[in-house]
């Protein structure tokens, strides 16, 4: 009686396991991915392990408080990009998104040319926050008081 | 469980509960989308274009539980051999697609305005349209199977093999945005807590309720038509025998 495993049991367990060695391989093939399939370097990357000059990269961080300068051509900004370890000078010529803001999320694409990164293109990063515009006028605290009776 | 392997039984339960989920789904989903649209106050940062979320984000959700649903069919099919669990499966299959086409059209159209930007192979929307992709593939599979078994073929597994092999893309797509830096910003829900502000989340949690009790009527009114073509092409075959 011991030795007979119903049919049912039989497909179950062999179905667990094709499915635990597929998650293994899948797990197995995001971790080989992980560098590769980033869509940005962040600041720290891109000074860590800078790219050969005028290869084309993508940069993502937070655009430092009060480091966009107008240039006087009007149409070309400079910026600042950190990250909590590194910063970036970038420099761009164009009209930015919407929520291209100092203090918010960017990816810049483009290249390095010497420790400038001249950027072809901005696109705005959205964080996962969604707060709205009448809260805009409270202080952070406040703001974040209010976020957090939500949580 | 088994008690439901009689499709009579099924049909007779699924005849009630399909327009008891239709009704109050699209009543709870036109309510919230219409406050979403209306009443809720523009974002900080996106403005009105806030108001797409409402529609984009059940419609993500109910993609991924599309899926899902395949998934637990499929294992159920190829496990306990239960008749009506690949029916189940392939009644998933349509409205999953659907939901996931919105998902990804509302978000390109989101893209725009807020990021600059229609599309990027960022790792959530890399996985999104493969998930798509993986839809279109399990829908045709699903039909040449069920045009093999019309076909006295026999019943075919590679369709339950495939909904379960597919789901590994569902991890995939829910950790992209923690495992990859990702133009696509992390979850906003997670476990317990929300980064959305109450003014959002209501409406946003209401229109999920709304958009799932539709995507079930769905599922149902679908499984009552694949059994439907079941039963006519076994009448046909015997009329064709006699």
């Known amino acids: 009686m011991s030795t007979m495993i119903k049919p049912k049991h039989q497909r179950l367990v062999l179905i667990v396991l094709a499915l635990v060695a597929l998650i293994g391989a899948g797990l197995l093939a995001a971790i080989a991915l992980r560098n590769q399939a980033a869509y940005f370097y962040l600041p720290s990357e891109l000074v860590a392990k800078p790219p050969e000059m005028g290869r084309a990269v993508r940069l993502g961080g937070m655009v430092e408080k009060g480091s966009i300068r107008t240039q006087p051509d009007g149409v070309t900004i400079n910026f600042i990009v950190k990250d909590d370890k590194a910063r970036v000078p970038v420099r761009f010529s164009g009209i930015t998104p919407d929520l291209f803001v100092e203090g918010s999320g960017v990816v810049a694409e483009g290249r390095m040319e010497g420790t400038t990164f001249v950027a072809d293109n901005l696109l705005a990063k959205h964080d996962e926050k969604y707060v709205p515009r009448e809260m805009k006028n409270m202080s952070t605290a406040e703001a974040k008081a209010v976020i957090a009776e939500t949580k | ?242």
């Open chain 2, 1 to 242: 469980m088994h008690g439901f392997a009689n499709p009579a039984r099924f049909l007779r339960m699924a005849r009630w509960l399909m327009p008891l989920m239709l009704v109050p789904g699209l009543i709870l989903a036109f309510g919230a989308l219409a406050w979403g649209l209306f009443m809720v106050p523009p974002d900080q940062l996106m403005g009105q274009t806030v108001r797409i979320l409402f529609i984009h984000v059940p419609s993500a959700w109910l993609g991924m539980a599309g899926w899902s649903t395949i998934a637990i069919a499929s294992l159920v099919e190829l496990v306990w051999r239960h008749p009506l669990a690949g029916i189940a499966a392939r009644a998933a299959a349509v409205p999953g697609a659907a939901f996931t086409a919105i998902c990804l059209a509302t978000g390109s159209i989101w893209a725009r305005p807020t990021w600059g930007t229609w599309w990027v192979w960022d790792g959530r929307l890399t996985s999104f349209l493969i998930l798509l992709f993986l839809y279109f593939g399990y829908i045709a599979l699903a039909g040449a199977a069920q045009r093999d078994a019309a076909a006295g073929e026999g019943a075919s597994r590679v369709t339950a093999i495939f909904g379960l092999v597919g789901a590994v893309n569902i991890p995939i797509i829910n950790r992209s945005v923690v495992w990859w830096n990702s133009l696509h910003q992390p979850p906003s829900i997670t476990a317990g807590k929300s980064a959305i502000d109450a003014a959002f989340l209501y409406p946003l949690l209401i229109a999920a309720l709304g958009f799932t009790l539709i995507f079930g009527g769905l599922v149902l009114a679908r499984m009552r038509m694949l059994l439907a073509d079941i039963q006519t092409e076994a009448r046909l075959r015997r009329k064709a025998m006699a």
